[in-house]
């Protein structure tokens, strides 16, 4: 079949990105537009926008394939803000293609997270009805527009929609591919709990010298809390943090281990002197295995000569195995408070999204199935299965909510600046995810699904 | 005399604070026009702006009175940045009046810090020379625009110009009384030096999950930087920062505390919940008598998901006794240097401004004079001696180049909010320093400063 061409998807994530659908800052008519304009590329399915409580989502359905499978397609029209300005090389809102061939990217905040991969996959689905006429299995589709925020009101949503969006199978085309150099399935993903850590001191902001020596600095408070949340040894120093957190067996760290992993390219492809973390654990193992508590940043004075009457850290905790989101906060927050410091007062704000760690056992069909898709578009490539270090918080909803496993199945890369400036997508993984995604629905359109359930799909 | 009245001042102190002359920020052509507008107050001194290698400054001079002390009257026509416009309950630049009587004050941006007290110096002046035909004693004017930044080209100026800008005297516009409730007297400043402390690692933000665990956090790091900078009991804990200050005498000490000073009132006007800072000194005793170490803000990342790659805190130290700006410097920046935190690069930039602690001696002849001039003004009550906690990096300067002390005769008081939203000035202090200042003038007048330097001025 003809696929969709890169440049008929460049011209229409163009469009998509000039919607600055920043779910962090953006007016609800900015989020209702970028809606608007995904359910317009679903129009093949009964595209449509519904109101939730916050931002709304895109839903549609093409159920022309009685007796095959079922899959929910998730995604999320919502970017990242832009940060700051200044470090972009190309305006955010606006698509720029750069470099040739394989390696040719196109660049603009949302690019790979989660524009680029959703489009690729409605273009070939309606490529697939024009020319085949139908698709092998049917077809759902939700795409949220808060996924960057948490997510915080997906979960009322689908509960109150459960029945029509009842599936066999969710797969999301948010998420990344590991790296650009093999194909990868993921198998886990990473849990999510954030805060905001408030220290306050004096009413107002004082002079650094005439009020010098006499009040408690929030800003000194704060620093002494954040330094508190680690040890030398880099572990998380919270009492119970790593509650649920089962130790690495060694067969795990072997298996890590034999990862072809260059240390050293990795280390020179972020531009850190050193890489750095949890001592007891390989990069590799920290990066799939632990858990981490990471101060996003601290808003606190100015330059200019003051104490500042308030300093704030923002903290994310990424979640493995089966630490509990509220437990973790709690431990953070009992810390924190626990420290007692004189003069001040601290205060810490649970972000509402909270997400536990999620996995999917290696040998469930959807696995197989997107493994020998893989294998077709990549001949000769070992597929890796891998741990999404991110967070894709919808998976625990849809199977707690739907009793379906999440496949992530996004053609974006971890390396495509994801919520970072510059943010870009590799052209090459439009044609590669559409002939992927075609081969997937192919293959899993012979799935039994309650057959497979029967010989025991691993929790 | 009739002096000019407080609707005289306020309008003409509506006119210079329209005048945005943030020195951090504003452009060069309006700190012109800040100093343009203070040269045409200084008209009865051949008012007049010179350029420097930075801001310009503004001179004038009245050289009528033959054989009297001649007095060099300094202060500054810029200001501090707004800060967050948010907590500013007026626009900042424009001047408001609120309450009544002896509590009436007018807000806005620069009215206490320094153009206010720097008006109403010029208003009597002209006043004197319109009613009495003269001045009592000779007078020269420079006024800076670059003492919030800590006046960089102020030394490279006075140096080139020192043969014209000779005195006997300084007398000092800027500076500010202790409080309301009486009258006082600075016989000490502290002094200064500021440096930026930068924390870096990759070489960009990096999402916070996708790269978790892998590579050092900048924000973290400075956090153990920062925490490091102080001890347990609230000092500062940086080999060597403590050189060059003495210990407190006991005499010092009970001299301290016999000034009235209610700890609870002051902690109340400043909205802490207990005051804090280094153990085994009143607050007081701190305030005037210690060096203090503060963070005015740190800059890192915000509140998204990522691992910032850049983490910046500003510092202040404020100086007393004979401690070295550039030895304190150095030393914070051997302390961090010597933290070798791993998996990130640590660099400080210290600030161009560096200025020592001053001191006057309370018998000199200016403090004399101002005490007499101020029980004038305020009958019946004690004229306090205390000390700046603040820093008027000039007065050094002055000493230094040409010889001479100076008075700080300000007529702001310290709780004016000065470096904070929502500065105001009290109205009534227009009044009362006019008649200070031509008290003081008069006073002086009689001085033979040769004389007194050959009786001995205490260094």
């Keep these: 079949?003809?696929?969709?061409?890169?440049?008929?998807?460049?011209?229409?994530?163009?469009?998509?990105?000039?919607?600055?659908?920043?779910?962090?800052?953006?007016?609800?008519?900015?989020?209702?537009?970028?809606?608007?304009?995904?359910?317009?590329?679903?129009?093949?399915?009964?595209?449509?926008?519904?109101?939730?409580?916050?931002?709304?989502?895109?839903?549609?359905?093409?159920?022309?394939?009685?007796?095959?499978?079922?899959?929910?397609?998730?995604?999320?029209?919502?970017?990242?803000?832009?940060?700051?300005?200044?470090?972009?090389?190309?305006?955010?809102?606006?698509?720029?293609?750069?470099?040739?061939?394989?390696?040719?990217?196109?660049?603009?905040?949302?690019?790979?997270?989660?524009?680029?991969?959703?489009?690729?996959?409605?273009?070939?689905?309606?490529?697939?009805?024009?020319?085949?006429?139908?698709?092998?299995?049917?077809?759902?589709?939700?795409?949220?527009?808060?996924?960057?925020?948490?997510?915080?009101?997906?979960?009322?949503?689908?509960?109150?929609?459960?029945?029509?969006?009842?599936?066999?199978?969710?797969?999301?085309?948010?998420?990344?591919?590991?790296?650009?150099?093999?194909?990868?399935?993921s198998v886990a993903s990473k849990g999510l709990v954030a805060m905001d850590v408030v220290v306050t001191a004096a009413d107002r902001d004082l002079h650094s010298g005439r009020y010098g020596g006499t009040v408690a600095n929030p800003v000194h408070a704060l620093a002494t809390l954040v330094a508190s949340l680690h040890g030398r040894d880099g572990a998380v120093a919270v009492d119970g943090f790593y509650d649920g957190v089962d130790e690495l067996t060694p067969e795990r760290r072997a298996e890590i281990d034999a990862v072809d992993f260059d240390e050293e390219a990795y280390r020179a492809s972020v531009g850190v002197p050193e890489l750095a973390g949890e001592s007891g654990y390989s990069t590799l193992q920290r990066l799939w295995e632990r858990p981490t508590l990471e101060v996003n940043g601290i808003t606190a004075g100015g330059r200019y000569s003051v104490i500042p009457h308030r300093a704030v850290a923002h903290v994310t905790c990424r979640l493995v195995g089966t630490q509990d989101p509220d437990a973790v906060a709690a431990a953070v927050t009992e810390h924190v408070r626990s420290l007692r410091l004189p003069g001040v007062e601290v205060a810490v704000h649970t972000d509402e999204g909270r997400v536990p760690a999620y996995r999917i056992d290696r040998e469930h069909p959807a696995i197989r199935s997107a493994a020998a898709a893989l294998e077709e578009v990549y001949p000769g490539q070992e597929v890796l299965l891998a741990v999404i270090a991110g967070t894709l918080p919808a998976a625990t909803l849809f199977e707690d909510v739907l009793g379906a496993k999440t496949l992530f199945f996004s053609f974006a890369t971890a390396d495509e600046q994801h919520h970072a400036p510059n943010e870009f997508f590799r052209i090459r993984r439009f044609g590669e995810g559409m002939r992927a995604w075609r081969a997937l629905w192919t293959g899993l359109a012979a799935w039994e699904p309650r057959g497979v359930a029967a010989v025991g799909v691993a929790p």
Excluded: C
């Design 1 to 185: 079949m003809r696929l969709p061409t890169d440049e008929e998807l460049l011209a229409e994530l163009a469009e998509y990105v000039a919607i600055p659908s920043d779910s962090r800052s953006a007016p609800i008519e900015t989020m209702r537009e970028a809606a608007g304009w995904l359910a317009a590329r679903l129009a093949f399915a009964n595209g449509r926008v519904e109101e939730t409580d916050g931002f709304p989502v895109v839903r549609g359905e093409w159920l022309g394939a009685p007796g095959a499978p079922t899959v929910l397609v998730y995604g999320h029209y919502d970017v990242q803000p832009t940060g700051e300005l200044a470090e972009w090389t190309t305006p955010p809102f606006e698509t720029v293609v750069e470099g040739d061939g394989v390696d040719a990217v196109v660049r603009g905040r949302g690019v790979t997270d989660d524009k680029g991969p959703v489009l690729l996959v409605l273009a070939l689905a309606r490529a697939m009805l024009e020319q085949d006429g139908a698709l092998p299995l049917n077809l759902t589709f939700l795409f949220e527009g808060e996924e960057e925020i948490g997510s915080p009101h997906l979960p009322a949503y689908v509960r109150a929609h459960a029945d029509e969006l009842a599936a066999d199978l969710v797969i999301s085309a948010d998420g990344a591919m590991w790296r650009p150099t093999e194909p990868s399935l």
